[in-house]
């Protein structure tokens, strides 16, 4: 596996690929990989003959600059996982590569962005947009993997290539979890012993409230119960928990085929979301 930093040695690896009729998968990423990231390495190498990874940590997706700068970074670890999982490329650029002076167009998704992320997190999903137009036109990939577990974003991934003719295919891929049920994300890492112990107590909110609604209670008690759960189990505050539409993101009163329960909280100062099919 190589790793390159510009945009030019990117399209050259790729060109020279794409000569020989390759299929090209890239896999988006910010890095501090886990098991969740190498699910979608393993996808795309069963689908494609090349594989392209990109680590990114997008400063335009950032809401929160404090975030953005405790973000971990571990490019030598991370590029080792992605050897062994048979990546053939990684393209780790520098923020000047991406965005160089002078940079001022923005790609901004109304419909599946406006509500949840999107409205707790003002300028994610234009930041998401973007860095995703570019990186898919930089790697000039035939295919292109992300995670059900952000499904909003894979949702609004999914609006921007057909809005925009964009030459790919999205595939999502399922969300992987830790023995407890929590998700697997790289903020969990920012967790204290105790917080840590205490996060999956999200998830488990979410599928007691799927159960009940399942089976004929009453939508906004189940999800009021999930709340409250959520609370006694140490997180500081909920985002939103919502049952909305798995393609709309609108909200539900009604579980539907395509509902699903969605929820972003606050625990130990860590921000954690999750979604479940209803
Ligand atoms: P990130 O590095 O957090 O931006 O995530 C990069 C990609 O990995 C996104 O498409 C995420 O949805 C996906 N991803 C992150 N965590 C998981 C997980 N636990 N299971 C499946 N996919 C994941």
Redesign the pocket.
């Known amino acids: 596996m190589r790793t390159v930093r510009t945009v030019a040695a990117l399209r050259k690896a790729v060109t020279a690929w794409k000569a020989d009729g390759a299929a090209i998968g890239v896999v988006?990423?910010?890095?501090a990989l886990h098991a969740?990231?190498l699910?979608?390495a393993a996808a795309a190498r069963r689908d494609c003959d090349r594989v392209v990874a990109t680590i990114f940590v997008n400063p335009a997706q950032f809401d929160n600059p404090e975030d953005l700068a405790r973000y971990p970074r571990r490019e030598r670890a991370d590029a080792a996982m992605l050897r062994r999982a048979g990546v053939d490329l990684l393209f780790a650029p520098p923020p000047e590569e991406v965005y160089p002076a002078g940079f001022a167009t923005t790609v901004r998704v109304g419909g599946p962005a406006a509500r949840m992320e999107g409205a707790h997190r003002p300028g994610h999903f234009d930041g998401v947009a973007t860095v995703v137009t570019k990186l898919l036109m930089m790697t000039m990939a035939d295919r292109a993997y992300?995670?059900?577990?952000?499904w909003q974003?894979l949702q609004v991934v999914r609006r921007l290539v057909a809005d925009l003719n964009l030459p790919v295919a999205v595939v999502g891929?399922?969300?992987?979890?830790e023995a407890d049920g929590l998700?697997?994300?790289?903020r969990n890492r920012r967790l204290a012993p105790a917080a840590r112990a205490a996060a999956p107590a999200l998830h488990a909110a979410l599928c007691e409230a799927a159960a009940a609604i399942r089976s004929g209670a009453d939508v906004g008690a189940a999800l009021g119960a999930a709340r409250a759960a959520i609370l006694a189990a140490g997180f500081e505050r909920i985002d939103y928990l919502d049952l909305c539409d798995g393609l709309s993101l609108e909200p539900v009163a009604a579980p539907g085929a395509a509902a699903r329960l969605f929820a972003a909280a606050w625990l130990d100062g860590v921000r954690l979301i999750d979604n479940i099919a209803l």
């Open positions: 988006p990423t910010m890095g969740g990231h699910g979608l992300f995670g059900e577990k952000d974003q891929c399922p969300t992987l979890r998700a697997m994300s790289s």
